[in-house]
């Protein structure tokens, strides 16, 4: 079982920076690929961007040349740049990663952008 945590949610001022993190623990077992997630209250829950080991990424068009998603040199861990955010980022961010066909998430950190 791997489990994964959120960091470096908080209150950013429109047109700010704020870097989210994921670390895993658990199984040792590599996730692949791994991506950030993001939900407001009545909506779905919507793909930010994903990572895979072979360097694919791809974003969601409402974060596109904003955001930079990575991976960082310890196994699962993941870090989303966020450049100048704006009040629509407002949201619950989650980390996500897949193991085979086992989906993985965890439990979300709040991003709240103020003007």
């Known amino acids: 079982q791997v489990h994964l945590a959120e960091s470096g949610g908080g209150l950013v001022q429109s047109g700010g920076y704020l870097r989210l993190a994921c670390t895993s623990s658990?199984?040792?077992?590599?996730?692949?690929?791994m991506a950030w997630y993001r939900q407001v209250p009545g909506k779905e829950r919507e793909l930010v961007a994903s990572?895979?080991?072979?360097?694919?990424?791809n974003y969601g068009d409402a974060v596109k040349d904003r955001f930079i998603i990575a991976r960082g040199n310890a196994k699962n861990e993941l870090y989303l740049h966020m450049h100048n955010v704006k009040s629509d980022d407002t949201a619950v961010y989650f980390c996500?990663?897949?193991?085979?066909?086992?989906?993985?998430w965890g439990l979300g950190t709040q991003v709240t952008v103020f003007s």
């Open positions: 990572i895979s080991l072979n360097g694919v990424i």
């Open positions: 996500h990663g897949r193991w085979s066909t086992v989906e993985y």
């Open positions: 658990g199984s040792p077992l590599r996730l692949d690929p």
